[in-house]
């Protein structure tokens, strides 16, 4: 079993994301395989795990999968691993609503998972043992073994250590406020990766730090008692409707999936994208920000989320890429568009300052960026009608967070959400494309129907083209 810790902490922006990056990149100078993962489904930390660790961060979401799948995806993606770092997310026992569903906790009770709070004391002294009290004291069995004290007070730390020596849990260290190393957010949480210049410096200055004031052999040390799951799933295990690893199935149907890739599109769960390939599919990137066409002899199209409203006068002067994008959807390409990409597809796009552009026009609507957050939270998703994904009555579990209003009539799936009901997601025979995030493994059917619609594009490709009727969209 791949030894394993969980950081989590006490309430968003309570110092997690940090320490994280900062014990990645120590254990990466340490020379230890180091495999990540996200609790949640946010898309950008996951960014910042990959950047340091050199390899595809993965997210395990309690909504999105049952304790089996994340069991499954979670030994498959750390085997062969030293370690393995989970971040949670919010508060540790932050779920649904005020249940424990999709929270750490219950992340780290189904993983069987080790925990090491992150607490923020900045502002507090004794205050702090409360809250440490408060969290081990919750459940009967918090799973949290060890706390990281943020931005306490130096001379505090020794009693804080004898405190915890008390409950029977580890005090692992007090990592001070490191303002070199801050990195900035914006309406989406932190910013991207891929957009700090300086961010490989800003990490190492991290991982000094956590050097110094982090107590790693008891880190290593925790990590290795971690306990295999009930539901530990051996490697060769697949969701249902996938390939299986090493049958060749990949080779044969080689499809090509054209996947938008940049600053503007990059919003991607990478088991996602794996379960793709899995079923057989070649994911061929290509950039709506930088390329002029399309890649060759693609047999379907996905675009991602991001932040295009950022980026709104670069993909408007792109004229090539919005003409080809739109010229390869009405020939009949199975393009399935999220969020980001389903703001692409519209007519024209109004950025936060008000500056508005010509997107690439396949719907024939316009999506108006707001200052106010419109949609947050998990939600179920049904169809009403027949689609790109799934039939009539097709059930998955999906998420929303995006500030934008689209004035297009949104008419192929019913979204619910705590008793609350609207409809959501455009469509056409070839075309799926809305604001909800998607996790294939809540309903692994969603990608099988997705390659098999593309499998059907690439036999009809190479003896006529498609011409589907545009007014579908327009």
Same mark, same amino acid.
């Given at each position: ?179 070199? $190393? @801050?990195?900035?957010?914006? +309406? ?6 891929? &957009?700090? !210049?300086?961010?490989? /410096? %800003?990490?190492?200055?991290? $991982? @000094?730090?956590?050097?110094? +004031? ?6 290593? &040390?925790? !990590?290795?008692?971690? /306990? %295999? ?246």
């Amino acid at each position: 079993m791949t030894p394993r810790i969980m950081i989590a902490g006490t309430a968003s922006a309570s110092g997690k994301t940090t320490i994280v990056c900062a014990l990645l990149q120590a254990f990466v100078n340490r020379g230890l395989k180091t495999a990540a993962f996200k609790c949640g489904p946010d898309y950008i930390d996951p960014m910042f795990h990959s950047q340091i660790i050199g390899t595809k961060s993965r997210n395990l979401d309690g909504y999105f999968m049952d304790r089996e799948t994340i069991n499954k995806l979670m030994f498959k993606n750390a085997r062969g691993m030293d370690i393995a770092v989970i971040e949670g997310v919010m508060g540790y026992y932050d779920g649904l609503g005020m249940e424990d569903t999709a929270s750490s906790y219950a992340l780290a009770r189904d993983t069987q998972t080790p925990v090491i709070l992150v607490v923020p004391c900045k502002g507090i002294g004794r205050s702090v043992q409360a809250v440490v009290d408060g969290y081990i004291g919750f459940k009967e069995n918090p799973h949290i073994k060890g706390v990281i004290f943020n931005q306490l007070a130096p001379s505090l730390y020794p009693a804080m250590k004898e405190y915890c020596a008390q409950k029977n849990i580890r005090a692992l260290g007090c990592f001070p406020r490191i303002e070199k $190393a @801050e990195i900035k957010s914006r +309406h989406l949480g932190l910013v991207t990766a891929d &957009e700090i !210049a300086d961010l490989k /410096e %800003k990490m190492q200055i991290l $991982a @000094e730090a956590a050097e110094q +004031h982090i107590d790693f052999d008891g880190i290593l &040390e925790l !990590a290795c008692t971690a /306990e %295999k799951s009930a539901d530990f799933v051996p490697f060769g295990h697949m969701a249902p409707g996938a390939a299986q690893e090493g049958t060749g199935e990949a080779d044969k149907k080689s499809l090509r999936i054209a996947v938008a890739k940049d600053r503007a599109f990059c919003f991607y769960y990478e088991d996602n994208l794996t379960l793709l390939q899995e079923l057989g599919c070649e994911l061929v990137p290509f950039s709506p920000l930088a390329d002029k066409t399309l890649p060759k002899d693609i047999d379907g199209m996905i675009l991602g989320g991001g932040y295009p409203e950022l980026y709104v006068r670069a993909l408007e002067q792109n004229h090539e890429m919005r003409r080809a994008v739109r010229a390869e959807i009405a020939n009949g390409i199975p393009t399935y568009a999220e969020c980001g990409g389903f703001l692409y597809l519209h007519r024209e796009l109004a950025a936060p300052d008000g500056t508005k552009g010509k997107m690439a026009g396949v719907f024939d609507g316009a999506c108006v960026f707001t200052q106010k957050l419109q949609r947050f939270g998990y939600v179920e998703l049904e169809a009403l009608k027949d689609n790109l994904l799934c039939p009539k009555g097709g059930r998955i579990r999906a998420h929303e967070f995006h500030r934008c209003i689209s004035d297009l009539c949104a008419d192929t799936f019913r979204v619910m959400k705590g008793g609350r009901e609207w409809t959501g997601f455009i469509s056409a025979d070839n075309v799926l494309a809305g604001f909800p995030h998607l996790h294939y493994y809540a309903n692994p059917q969603f990608a099988q129907s997705f390659v098999e619609k593309c499998a059907e594009y690439q036999s009809k490709r190479g003896k006529s083209a498609v011409c589907m009727d545009t007014r579908q969209l327009r």
